[in-house]
Nanobody, 114 residues
Framework: VQLVESGGGLVQPGGSLRLSCAAS????????MRWYRQPPGKERELVAY????????TYADSVKGRFTISRDNAKNTVFLQMNSLKPEDTAVYYC????????WGQGTQVTVSS
């Protein structure tokens, strides 16, 4: 299993970013995908979940209405569209797969600051 996150960066409050996670080493379309984040000095937390078929997704209360998870099974990629970003969204963001729940990539840093 390999998961490579990208798309992070520095953005002002109210701005947007789109994260991508390229997956390989397993049959991507068979498994759910999740995005997690780890704020500075805090534990990793679940942000969003999408089932294998791209059906009904779920979100942490803190990001509902602002973040959207999606996937492209043809490209083995999962996305996280983040709008109306807040300073408290600052974290390292990771994707995760049901194919290997204990595997973590390197993550991508998102910093929301003016």
């Amino acid at each position: 299993v390999q998961l490579v996150e990208s798309g992070g960066g520095l953005v002002q409050p109210g701005g947007s970013l789109r994260l991508s996670c390229a997956a390989s080493g397993f049959t991507f379309s068979w498994y759910y995908m999740r995005w997690y984040r780890q704020p500075p000095g805090k534990e990793r937390e679940l942000v969003a979940y999408i089932p294998s078929d791209g059906g009904m997704s779920t979100y942490a209360d803190s990001v509902k209405g602002r973040f959207t998870i999606s996937r492209d099974n043809a490209k083995n990629t999962v996305f996280l569209q983040m709008n109306s970003l807040k300073p408290e969204d600052t974290a390292v963001y990771y994707c995760n797969t049901g194919a290997a729940p204990r595997y973590w990539g390197q993550g991508t840093q998102v910093t929301v600051s003016s």
